[in-house]
């Protein structure tokens, strides 16, 4: 094998040199400065040498010769006073060659500037922040989480939210901005990465994150799969803390939440979305605004719900709890660890049990003299007999299934489902309380929906196309049949109960003239319910009790079931109407107001105790009541 030539070898040298980047490059042209400084130092003491150039001639000292030819090199000048031509063409040698070094050595530092810029503009760099929320993933849910916790920060000092997702840092900024807003006091940091990936996740610094919340990646084409491998990645990366993460994810599917609770263990809380979804759209197609309510829980702003230890009440009644309390509601205690939401009336409140209650803000929760119980104005009127009831469902998404199953539960046997939707037909179980229907068509169709006979139906759910279609043209179609929908009312003069689904809550405002009487924004009560269980893991068995099939929900019941029409009342006889059927109130809805968003579509939770109110027909009352 022949021996490699000094030009090859000085080649390779050259090569891996070079590919050192930005600092090895300025120590080469270093070294080339000082080697042509030195040549021309070298030439010019050897003419001064020959006698070229006169012995008392200033610029032939070596002194000087040196360090004019070092300044020639990194700042080319005048050779005005340059007077022996050999010597011009000396300095006018190391001129060029200064030249040429300086505009290599500007375009190093430029070039690795920009890569630095670029390289911070991809955002690689690791976070340092403590005591943040950490948001893994992304997809439209991460706007309106991106809110509430901003709300939620504002009794904090400054605080931050971090966001780790595969996609380019800067467009996910310029989304934040456009659809948050002004973030306050509350830091947005942005990095890129994949939250599955050890290397990545670590940028985000997880060990210092006050929760965590997963979000699968949009277009993901297995979502909780995505989710799962994320908590992996989390619980069991070789430098995670000691101590137990807070971690606040979403599963599509409820086949896999039982993987996802053996990944994720005790650290781990998991909202259940499309039976979160089901469950409320079911509960509000027969009860109004139902959605409304579980928005104000949900939401930041306005009232919501925390814990409370009051020793003063110590051996008083849960009833007597909530005579206590001017401007909060009580809604449940929790003892020896566990949630017991509208308890018996009798029930004792005692040392080591927290009060769960609804309230404005902590700094609201205080107790007050309670006022007196307008008995005559109780009613005794019992709840109707239950009758079969039809529902006809227009769309269709893999929701469908999970609602169908908690309407059985609700609906006396007898009643009937029919499903219209522009998909093969699906397989639908067998229930014992009521039969499903189906028919294939287009719901945005004006003779379809005649041909149905859509005012003889009691209640009437329009569904997303989630599965099929983007938010945008999926809520398109929705408002379509909303409108046809409306029309018909107009025309036919009866008054339809229709619940929507809708993806965008910006679609929202477009979808009130079509007077539906609820919208159910999946997305948002989801991120609603994600942002809640991220700054308050003991609402977790809250929100599992309140949303679970068994135990006590939230209805809103008609209000001469309470209290007689007409009469002035304050808040203290409905708390006292509502204990005498085992229930809690919590709030009321004036049906004056069910379908004006500015009054919070007549929705009022956690009234003024004092507060006096006339109810009239149509008006509903608020309950926590067992199912």
């Known amino acids: 094998m022949n021996k490699p030539t000094f030009g090859e070898r000085f080649r390779y040298w050259f090569d891996n040199w070079m590919s050192r980047g930005p ?38 000292n070596p002194l000087d010769t040196l360090w004019g030819n070092l300044l020639r090199t990194l700042d080319p000048g005048t050779m005005g006073g340059d007077t022996n ?31 630095k810029i670029e390289e911070l503009r991809k955002g690689r760099s690791k976070v340092l922040e403590k005591d943040h929320t950490l948001i893994l993933g992304w997809s439209t849910k991460v706007f309106p989480i991106i809110g509430e916790i901003v709300v939620a920060n504002e009794s904090r000092g400054r605080s931050a939210i971090v966001i780790l997702a595969d996609r380019d840092k800067v467009e996910m900024e ?19 990465g994949d939250p599955m990936n050890l290397t990545d996740l670590d940028l985000s610094n997880p060990q210092n994150a006050r929760s965590i919340v997963l979000l699968a990646p949009e277009g993901s084409p297995d979502p909780d799969s995505d989710v799962i491998k994320t908590a992996l990645a989390l619980t069991n990366n070789p430098k995670r803390k000691a101590e137990k993460y807070h971690i606040v994810g979403e599963i599509e599917h409820e086949g896999n939440l039982e993987a996802a609770r053996l990944v994720g263990r005790d650290e781990a809380h998991w909202v259940l979305g499309s039976d979160l979804i089901g469950r409320i759209t079911v509960q509000s197609c027969r009860q109004s605004g139902l959605s409304v309510v579980y928005s104000e829980l949900l939401d930041f ?57 609804i309230a404005e803000d902590d700094s609201t929760i205080r107790l007050s003299t309670a006022g007196t119980v307008d008995a005559a104005a109780i009613s005794t009127a019992k709840m109707p ?11 269709y998404n893999h929701g469908l299934a999970g609602m169908l199953k908690e309407l059985s539960e609700y609906v006396a046997t007898g009643s009937v489902v029919t499903v219209l939707a522009d998909v ?37 759910i329009v569904l997303a196309y989630k ?77 599992d009790d309140l949303f679970a099939s068994t135990g006590s929900e939230v209805y809103l019941n008609p209000v001469e079931q309470y209290l007689t029409l007409g009469a002035d009342v304050d808040f203290y006889t409905v708390l006292e109407a509502a204990r005498r059927r085992g229930e809690t109130a919590i709030g009321y809805r004036v049906v004056a107001d069910a379908r004006n968003g500015e009054r919070g579509y007549g929705v009022t939770v956690n009234p003024k105790k004092a507060d006096r109110t006339t109810f009239v027909a149509g008006d509903k009352i608020i309950v926590l009541a067992a199912g």
């Not at 702003?301 to 020793?311: L, M, N, R, S, W």
């Not at 849960?318 to 939401?341: H, N, P, R, T, W």
Request: aromatic content about 8%; proline content about 3%.
């Open 467 to 543: 599965d099929t279609l983007d938010a945008q043209r999926a809520d398109g179609k929705t408002l379509i049949t909303l409108l046809q929908l409306r029309d018909i009312q107009d025309r036919t003069g009866v008054d339809l109960n229709i619940v929507s689904e809708m993806l965008d809550d910006r679609n929202r405002e477009l979808a009130e003239v079509t007077n539906a009487d609820d919208f159910i924004v999946s997305d948002k009560l989801i991120s609603l319910m994600l942002s809640q269980v991220s700054e308050n893991k003991q609402l977790t068995e809250v929100f």
């Open 301 to 357: 702003e306005g009232d919501e719900i925390y814990f409370t230890e009051q020793p003063s009440l110590y051996g008083k009644t849960y009833f007597d709890a909530q005579l206590a309390f001017a401007d909060s509601c009580v809604m449940g205690i929790v003892k020896g660890g566990v949630v017991e939401l509208n308890p018996t009336d009798t029930a004792i409140y005692e040392a080591g049990d927290q009060l769960i209650v």
């Open 85 to 115: 031509w050999w010597f011009r063409l000396f300095m006018l040698t190391i001129t060029i060659g200064g030249l040429i070094i300086v505009a290599a050595l500007i375009g190093i530092i430029s070039g690795a500037f920009d890569s």
């Open 23 to 60: 600092v090895a490059l300025i120590a080469l042209l270093g070294i080339a400065t000082i080697v042509l400084v030195l040549v021309i130092f070298g030439l010019v003491m050897l003419f001064t040498l020959f006698g070229q150039f006169p012995n008392d001639d200033p610029n032939t």
């Open 174 to 192: 310029d989304e934040i901005r456009a659809q948050v807003g002004k973030t306050g006091k509350t830091k947005i940091i942005v990095r890129t």
């Open 385 to 395: 007999a239950a009758k079969p009831e039809s529902t006809l469902v227009l769309g």
């Open 424 to 460: 093969e037909k699906p397989d639908f179980p067998k229930y014992d309380t009521l039969a499903i229907t189906f028919k294939r068509g287009d719901a945005t169709s004006r003779a379809v929906l005649e041909e149905l006979d859509v005012h003889k139906f009691d209640h009437i």
